[in-house]
């Protein structure tokens, strides 16, 4: 992948296929415009480095704005200025801080735990997503996902 695209508003998601043809979202992009703009910069940062094909591939869930930049021209702005460089940093913290907690969360955490974490850390994605895409990026069915919805915006 060679281009690194900035979300202005709508809802894309990564994913993967595994071998059994189970789909697996491995991040939810979206953009509204409120305070929690955490994820809103979709790329495959190993995919250009490693100069390798992309494990993920990524899908507009709805109509999506953004704006894009190859990763060559990135690269010069980063060259160009410190101010350019602090912001691929900060890019750069960020996507390592969301893939960080999301590979914790999935090796440590029991599916309850991953939703109350994601209620927690990003409660408009509940209403920005579909149920079935927050289930797959669960990592669990939509049935346990509505089991789950239930139980713990109902109350425990």
Not at 107 to 125: G, H, I, Q, Y
Request: some cysteine; charged content about 25%; hydrophobic content about 40%.
């Amino acid at each position: 992948m060679n281009r690194v695209y900035y979300i202005t508003d709508g809802v894309a998601k990564s994913y993967f296929i595994d071998n059994a043809g189970k789909e697996f979202i491995w991040q939810i992009y979206f953009n509204r415009g409120n305070k929690e703009r955490k994820n809103i910069v979709m790329d495959d940062s190993v995919s250009y480095f490693e100069k390798e094909g992309s494990f993920l591939a990524f899908e507009a869930l709805e109509d999506v704005t953004c704006y894009s930049i190859h990763w060559k021209e990135l690269e010069l702005l980063f060259a160009s200025d410190i101010k350019w460089q602090f912001l691929g940093r900060m890019l750069t913290y960020n996507a390592y801080a969301i893939s960080y907690k999301r590979v914790l969360s999935i090796m440590s955490e029991n599916a309850t735990d991953r939703f109350k974490r994601l209620l927690k850390e990003n409660p408009s994605v509940f209403k920005n997503v579909k149920a079935f895409h927050i289930a797959a990026y669960l990592g669990i069915t939509p049935q346990s996902y509505s089991r789950l919805k239930t139980k713990i915006t109902i109350g425990e």
